[in-house]
Nanobody, 121 residues
Framework: QVQLVESGGGLVQAGGSLRLSCAASGSIFSINHMAWYRQAPGMQRELVAGSTTGGSTNYADSVKGRFTISSDNAKNTVYLQMNSLRPEDTAVYYC???????????????WGQGTQVTVSP
């Protein structure tokens, strides 16, 4: 079993910043990929940013230049620094991790419980 615990969400004014954290724990042999997704009311969940353990990153076009994903592999933790926040960034943000539970297992996808980010005009 794996737990992904997110923190750092909240209410901020437009132009402000927040930093999200997601720590993975439990039955972890290795983590191949960690990412942040978000889901606004009535919308589909979308990828915000992703990071491989090798250091490769990718971002949604809407957040490029404003958001930065980083990770601490030793702590199995991924961060999302969000700057210049806009009202349209308002959503529940979810952490996702692709995890192997042993050296011979396939990867499994795990999700956090979500953290609310609200950006006021």
């Amino acid at each position: 079993q794996v737990q992904l615990v997110e923190s750092g969400g909240g209410l901020v004014q437009a132009g402000g910043s927040l930093r999200l954290s997601c720590a993975a724990s439990g039955s972890i042999f290795s983590i191949n990929h960690m990412a942040w997704y978000r889901q606004a009311p009535g919308m589909q969940r979308e990828l915000v940013a992703g990071s491989t353990t090798g250091g490769s990153t990718n971002y949604a076009d809407s957040v490029k230049g404003r958001f930065t994903i980083s990770s601490d592999n030793a702590k199995n933790t991924v961060y999302l620094q969000m700057n210049s926040l806009r009202p349209e960034d308002t959503a529940v943000y979810y952490c996702n991790a692709l995890i192997r539970h042993s050296g011979s297992s396939p990867t499994f996808s795990w999700w956090g419980q979500g953290t609310q980010v609200t950006v006021s005009p």
